[in-house]
């Protein structure tokens, strides 16, 4: 079955632990996006990858870190997470060209 | 800078109403835009636009966009308590992979 898997799908834990939310995708998409979203702001982009080895910032990149050492993985790092990242993470794949995104099923993170 | 803005931000109807949801956009060099319905957690795709004036349609929903004014509309006819949910837009420009969205419209369907 083709999906994306995030995994935890629940996280809470202390201000400063590092933490790591793996995505993982069997679709062989070249393009995979990390969102975060909050009650009235909608999904908002924290990184992207259009390829192997290529990542870019999104419109809220800052307290995150991404890598994409093969295609089908791309893991969200908190290298040091405050409460104002508490929110829900989305990671979403998709095929080069004009294409729908397919989505995981959400993390909850909650940082206190 | 590129945003997307939806109307209305929530909405309550009952069975059997028909609404229409709005998605208004300005995007440097647009290439598409879509719409995703999101029930209790992972949204899922709806419908594709990147032609204006062309409906897409998908039993009781319909979307149609408006380049030229920059805007699409989503319309559900016949209500039922299972469209209850959040209804995402987004604007996929050309050259990069952002997909810009909106922040929603939540629909209500009450029985």
């Known amino acids: 079955e083709a999906q994306v898997t995030q995994n935890p799908r629940y996280l809470i834990t202390v201000t400063g632990k590092k933490l790591t939310v793996t995505c993982s995708q069997n679709m062989n998409h070249e393009y995979m996006s990390w969102y975060r979203q909050d009650p009235g702001l909608g999904l908002r982009q924290i990184y992207y990858?259009?390829?192997?080895?290529?990542?870019d910032k999104g419109d809220v990149p800052e307290g995150y870190k991404v890598s994409r050492k093969e295609k089908r993985n791309f893991p969200l790092i908190l290298e040091s997470p405050s409460p104002n990242q508490t929110s829900l993470y989305f990671c979403?794949?998709?095929?080069?060209?004009?294409?729908?995104?397919?989505f995981g099923q959400g993390t909850r993170l909650t940082v206190v | 800078e590129d945003k997307v803005v939806q109307s209305p931000l929530s909405l309550v109807v009952h069975e059997g109403d028909t609404v229409t949801l709005n998605c208004s956009y300005e995007?440097?060099?647009?290439?598409?835009l879509l719409w995703y319905k999101q029930e209790k957690k992972a949204p899922t795709f709806l419908f594709m636009l990147?032609?204006?004036?062309i409906e897409k349609k998908s039993g009781r929903l319909s979307s149609i966009l408006d380049k030229k004014e920059l805007f699409s509309i989503l319309n559900i006819t016949a209500t039922q308590t299972g469209d209850s949910a959040i209804y995402l837009c987004a604007v996929e420009a050309r050259g990069n992979n952002d997909m810009r969205f909106g922040a929603g419209t939540r629909l209500t369907v009450k029985p």
């Open positions: 990858s259009m390829n192997v080895e290529v990542t």
């Open positions: 990147t032609s204006s004036g």
């Open positions: 979403a794949s998709r095929q080069r060209g004009n294409t729908e995104a397919f």
């Open positions: 995007v440097t060099n647009f290439r598409s």
